[in-house]
Every structure is written in structure tokens, then in C-alpha cells.
């Protein structure tokens, strides 16, 4: 890796983009029996070995059956997966994180975060998505739709008996980044932005600081998304840097591309990286559900994001290099398959295009 690599620099050219063959559409018949890995290759293996230990990429939850031969040996239901596919993904040689997202829907106790600890080696760290009870400023309905302001959005005694301290105690040195994901504002939050900033300013210092985390998790990083382009601004980097937080790039067709998120790692560098890689723009803000019939059964890349691979893989190196962690968690809905988009990104983070000049 260049140690001279820019982070802030022009976007390199893109990388050749992964090839692997296009496996089946058909799903296989479901297994009985234990979750197992499936064999990886030699030249995964190989890369994991020259990623940096600081760089944790993952994908968001594990409970894919149509990641048969790419993550899990064979094909189980989505409610095996859920269940038991934990410790064979953590086998994965490039699979170092995952993202809780069932956290977001309802808070989930200790006991539960320590059962997700114990199916995975020392190495691995979580990133943990905030319950909307406290994350949301609306109460909504099981379609989304906002029913009612939420009289405890970004309440910091909740955030830490619902959130912050079962996470903390439940997966304990393996814990890798909270994140408060705040989800899409209603107009009159929008319209007052400096109330949020205080607000969400109030919340981040009644948790824990860094180094009062990092007794317990010595990686440990709160971090904030946003779903709202307009609050991309010079207020919120104030917030984070006062507060010792991090900023998560949420790449979603909501925000900014990852390009127009920069300006607010650039007034908090030296920081953590946490990413996560949500929903490939073409589907636009509400894509999910398209996305989703498009990619289905999400064991072949479909819609690779050069641009947006190589900025994050730039930014990803610029924090290995400074000895920060790095959390990337990337969705199935961002190029069609997660571990793909995973293996691809490692590739550009390890060898960047500016070392393969031959390949122009």
C-alpha cells in the first residue's frame, strides 16, 4: 500500500471489476444439519491475510440463502441462517464485522448481544444499529409511515439502558461501532436545525466517551447517519468533534454520494471510518423493495458502483495507514451481492489502482 496515498485527493480510476462465475439462480435443495463455511478460495485467503487487522468490512445481517458456495457450504432457510449461520460467516476470511440491523426494530437485551459474542473469534467486531424508539423522531406504522412525534427521540437515558450499555456489556472487546442511524426527518425537525444539533449535542455527551468505552472495547466507536441530504453541514462535524463521535458515511440514495459526505470527515480527521454501504443510487431514495426484486437470490454482483468502491477503499487506507479502525458494513441492495462487494472492496483497498499502471 502507498504510504503516501491521499485520502482527500482525486478519485483514482476505477479498478477492473471482480470476476467470479455467475452461480445459479435455481436454489439448491435446503440442508439439514449444522451451518458450515464453505471452502474459500486460496486467493481469499491470501487477501485477508494482507488486509490490515484495523480494516472490518462485513455486510449487513448474515441470513442469505442464496450466498450457498460463496459464504455457507449448503443451502439452509433464512430462519437457519438467522439462528446458526453466525459462526460460519465469522470463518469467512474477509468477513470481519456485521451489522446488527434487528437492533433498529427492537432493543435487544445483554443476553442476547453475549450469545452473538460467543459465535465468533476474538477478531471480530460488531456494528450495532440504535433502537428507532430512540433513533427516530417519529413513531410510525408497520408500513413506515409516521403516526405521531416521538416524545424520547435521542433521549439519552434511553439511549443507554436500551442501547448503548447492553451493547457494551453484552459484546464486551468485540464491539465495533454504534451507530445512531437518525432515519428520514419530519419537515418541522428540518426546518430547525440547530434544535437537532442540540438535541443530538446533549444526547452524545451523556454517553460514554472514548476512552471510558475503550476500557471495555478498546475499538469501540459512536457514530451518527443521517437520511437527510440537508443536514450534511459544517454544524454536525461541530457536534461529533466536541463530543469525541464519529461520522457513519450512509451510502443511500437519500444522501449526497460518498464524494459529497467527505467535507465532514475532512473537520473530523483523524477519525474512525464507519460506513455503511446501504442501497445503489439508481433505485433512488424509497428503492429498497425494487432493489430487492432486482438482485434476488444476491449471489451475483449486478450493478458494481466503480466510483464509489475506489473512494471508499481510498478512505478505508487513509484510516488503516493513520492506525484507526476502519467498519464497513455493505447491503445486498448496494451492487447485488454483499460478500461479492466485500471481496471487491478488499481488492481495491490492498491494491490500489494507482500500483496497477499495466492494467490501464
Excluded at 439519552?156 to 454504534?178: N, R
Amino acid at each position: 500500500m502507498d504510504p503516501q496515498d491521499d485520502l482527500f485527493g482525486d478519485t483514482p480510476a476505477p479498478s477492473q471489476p471482480l470476476q467470479r462465475p455467475r452461480l445459479p439462480s435455481a436454489p439448491p435443495a435446503r440442508a439439514t444439519g449444522p451451518v458450515q463455511p464453505t471452502a474459500f478460495a486460496a486467493d481469499q485467503r491470501a487477501l485477508g491475510e494482507l488486509l490490515s487487522p484495523l480494516v472490518h468490512l462485513g455486510t449487513s445481517s448474515w441470513s442469505y440463502p442464496g450466498w450457498t458456495d460463496l459464504v455457507w457450504a449448503r443451502a439452509h432457510s433464512e430462519s437457519t441462517l438467522s439462528r446458526q449461520g453466525l459462526r460460519a460467516y465469522a470463518q469467512h476470511p474477509l468477513l470481519r464485522t456485521v451489522s446488527i440491523d434487528r437492533s433498529f426494530y427492537q432493543a435487544l437485551p445483554e443476553a442476547q448481544y453475549a450469545t452473538y459474542a460467543a459465535q465468533v473469534p476474538a477478531s471480530f467486531r460488531f456494528m450495532v444499529k440504535a433502537p428507532a424508539a430512540v433513533a427516530d423522531a417519529l413513531i410510525r406504522d408497520e408500513r413506515g409511515r409516521g403516526r405521531s412525534h416521538n416524545p424520547l427521540f435521542l433521549d439519552p437515558d434511553l439511549a443507554l439502558s436500551s442501547f448503548v450499555m447492553p451493547a457494551l456489556q453484552g459484546l464486551g472487546t468485540k464491539l465495533g461501532a454504534l451507530v445512531f442511524q437518525l432515519s428520514p426527518m419530519p419537515q418541522d425537525w428540518l426546518r430547525q436545525p440547530e434544535r437537532l444539533f442540540a438535541r443530538l449535542h446533549a444526547l452524545l455527551s451523556a454517553l460514554p466517551r472514548p476512552r471510558h468505552l475503550h476500557q471495555a472495547a478498546p475499538d469501540a466507536v459512536i457514530a451518527v447517519e443521517l437520511r437527510d441530504a440537508s443536514l450534511v453541514r459544517p454544524e454536525l462535524a461541530e457536534v461529533l468533534r466536541d463530543t469525541g463521535a464519529a461520522y457513519c458515511l450512509g451510502l443511500h440514495a437519500r444522501m449526497p454520494d460518498i464524494d459529497g459526505q467527505l467535507p465532514v470527515l475532512r473537520k473530523l480527521w483523524p477519525s474512525p471510518v464507519v460506513c455503511r454501504w446501504n442501497l445503489h443510487r439508481r433505485h433512488g431514495a424509497h428503492g429498497y423493495e425494487s432493489a430487492k426484486a432486482l438482485y434476488e437470490p444476491f449471489n451475483r454482483l449486478q450493478d458494481e458502483d466503480l466510483a464509489t468502491r475506489e473512494t471508499l477503499a481510498k478512505v478505508v487506507r487513509a484510516a488503516a495507514q493513520a492506525q484507526l479502525p476502519a467498519y464497513v458494513s455493505i447491503s445486498n441492495k448496494a451492487e447485488g451481492c454483499a460478500p461479492l462487494s466485500v471481496e471487491a472492496l478488499a481488492r481495491a483497498i490492498v491494491d490500489p489502482p494507482a500500483s496497477n499502471s499495466h492494467d490501464t
